[in-house]
């Protein structure tokens, strides 16, 4: 007997990955770079962060396509059903830069190809970044998103509307929810935070029990029968392992309250992987794309190594039926293929920062993917 085309799939595949940061040098090789002018203590021309890339791996085109940031992963990220990133740049032509950063990332509107040729589905906009160039540029933000049919989430003109979730439609009758939020352990400055009449993002006040518990009862109230709930949290600080329990204890009555999956970032490199419950708790997914090539210092973490997460979602349950992960090089403002020893590297490195919360990552014999097992 054949199955109806319109039946209901068993599961769907969500690819994900920590910070797309498309702002400064990666701007300045698109097709229409902003003014490279920055206010950056040492470095005050975005170009010059192209240039200490080229002096690491070589010359890099200018003008390029909008799929070249993207390398390697392009390919892979069509076979998913929905894409989500987190957008850590305001897209914006304003100038008025937010005062007292020491940072300010931004991608020229007409840039906005690199994403939508890249199908991604929603970016999540809670991060310390999406505000460097004020109220105006996160208005253009949403805006341009809006126009290029890329979905936003964790930031809004209101603080309703940043709470509201992304609806990513993933075929039949079924939906992916993507909640997005940040905390302030991750840069955000606190005067960010959307209010009842003010632009911003959605700031979590802390991570305690109760705010979890009024997170998950907005994420239940919004949720129509079929829907996965995502929630995707901007928290902790660049560099180190260790996840501190107040995370673990948040992402734990998150999927109590009924999330189906947390998507953690900030760090510069992958942490730790959980399965709770059945659900996939990912603490930080690393960097994705940005210009820190040529950029020194943390070696030992591999920064260069970029994973992109292929979570497998049983429907309607939710439940994690299998994660690849695939690692990826950053090199010449570009993503490629790892090789054997950088697979097998990041492999052992997520085993043993995962090994507390009862999870594996092995590597395929030839392959060049790693797979969770718990």
């Given at each position: 007997?054949?199955?109806?085309?319109?039946?209901?799939?068993?599961?769907?595949?969500?690819?994900?990955?920590?910070?797309?940061?498309?702002?400064?040098?990666?701007?300045?090789?698109?097709?229409?770079?902003?003014?490279?002018?920055?206010?950056?203590?040492?470095?005050?021309?975005?170009?010059?962060?192209?240039?200490?890339?080229?002096?690491?791996?070589?010359?890099?085109?200018?003008?390029?396509?909008?799929?070249?940031?993207?390398?390697?992963?392009?390919?892979?990220m069509a076979r998913a059903d929905?894409?989500?990133?987190?957008?850590?740049?305001?897209?914006?032509?304003?100038?008025?830069?937010?005062?007292?950063?020491?940072?300010?990332?931004?991608?020229?509107?007409?840039?906005?190809?690199?994403?939508?040729?890249?199908?991604?589905d929603a970016c999540a906009l809670?991060?310390?970044?999406?505000?460097?160039?004020?109220?105006?540029?996160?208005?253009?933000?949403?805006?341009?998103?809006?126009?290029?049919?890329?979905?936003?989430?964790?930031?809004?003109?209101?603080?309703?509307?940043?709470?509201?979730?992304?609806?990513?439609?993933?075929?039949?009758?079924?939906?992916?929810?993507?909640?997005?939020?940040?905390?302030?352990?991750?840069?955000?400055?606190?005067?960010?935070?959307?209010?009842?009449?003010?632009?911003?993002?959605?700031?979590?006040?802390?991570?305690?029990?109760?705010?979890?518990?009024?997170?998950?009862?907005?994420?239940?109230?919004?949720?129509?029968?079929?829907?996965?709930?995502?929630?995707?949290?901007?928290?902790?600080?660049?560099?180190?392992?260790?996840?501190?329990g107040e995370q673990s204890s948040?992402?734990?009555?998150?999927?109590?309250?009924?999330?189906?999956?947390?998507?953690?970032?900030?760090?510069?490199?992958?942490?730790?992987?959980?399965?709770?419950?059945?659900?996939?708790?990912?603490?930080?997914?690393?960097?994705?794309?940005?210009?820190?090539?040529?950029?020194?210092?943390?070696?030992?973490?591999?920064?260069?190594?970029?994973?992109?997460?292929?979570?497998?979602?049983?429907?309607?349950?939710?439940?994690?039926?299998?994660?690849?992960?695939?690692?990826?090089?950053?090199?010449?403002?570009?993503?490629?293929?790892?090789?054997?020893?950088?697979?097998?590297?990041?492999?052992?490195?997520?085993?043993?920062?995962?090994?507390?919360?009862?999870?594996?990552?092995?590597?395929?014999?030839?392959?060049?993917?790693?797979?969770?097992?718990?």
């Amino acid at each position: 007997m054949m199955m109806s085309t319109s039946a209901r799939p068993a599961s769907l595949t969500l690819f994900l990955c920590g910070d797309v940061m498309t702002g400064r040098g990666i701007d300045q090789i698109l097709a229409r770079p902003s003014c490279p002018e920055l206010r950056e203590s040492f470095i005050h021309d975005a170009r010059d962060y192209v240039a200490l890339a080229e002096e690491r791996n070589g010359r890099i085109r200018r003008a390029v396509d909008p799929l070249y940031v993207w390398g390697a992963a392009a390919e892979q990220m069509a076979r998913a059903d929905a894409r989500l990133v987190n957008l850590e740049t305001s897209i914006t032509a304003a100038d008025a830069f937010w005062p007292d950063k020491g940072i300010h990332y931004r991608m020229h509107p007409e840039n906005a190809a690199c994403l939508r040729s890249a199908r991604v589905d929603a970016c999540a906009l809670a991060n310390n970044h999406v505000l460097d160039f004020g109220r105006e540029g996160l208005a253009e933000t949403l805006e341009v998103l809006k126009a290029a049919g890329i979905r936003a989430c964790g930031a809004g003109r209101t603080a309703e509307e940043a709470r509201a979730p992304a609806r990513v439609p993933v075929g039949g009758a079924a939906a992916l929810l993507v909640f997005a939020m940040g905390a302030e352990s991750s840069g955000i400055p606190p005067e960010w935070a959307a209010g009842a009449d003010r632009p911003g993002v959605e700031l979590l006040p802390d991570l305690s029990e109760a705010t979890a518990e009024r997170v998950a009862e907005r994420i239940r109230a919004q949720r129509r029968p079929g829907e996965l709930a995502v929630a995707s949290i901007h928290w902790g600080g660049n560099w180190g392992y260790a996840v501190p329990g107040e995370q673990s204890s948040f992402a734990h009555r998150l999927i109590d309250g009924g999330v189906d999956l947390v998507h953690g970032h900030s760090s510069h490199h992958p942490r730790a992987i959980e399965v709770y419950r059945g659900r996939l708790v990912l603490y930080g997914c690393g960097d994705f794309i940005d210009d820190y090539e040529g950029i020194g210092g943390y070696e030992e973490f591999r920064p260069e190594l970029r994973p992109m997460y292929f979570a497998t979602l049983a429907l309607p349950s939710g439940a994690l039926q299998e994660l690849r992960i695939v690692p990826l090089w950053a090199e010449r403002l570009t993503l490629r293929e790892a090789r054997p020893e950088e697979v097998r590297w990041l492999g052992s490195t997520l085993s043993k920062v995962s090994h507390c919360f009862g999870t594996r990552v092995e590597a395929s014999a030839g392959s060049r993917e790693l797979r969770a097992a718990w």
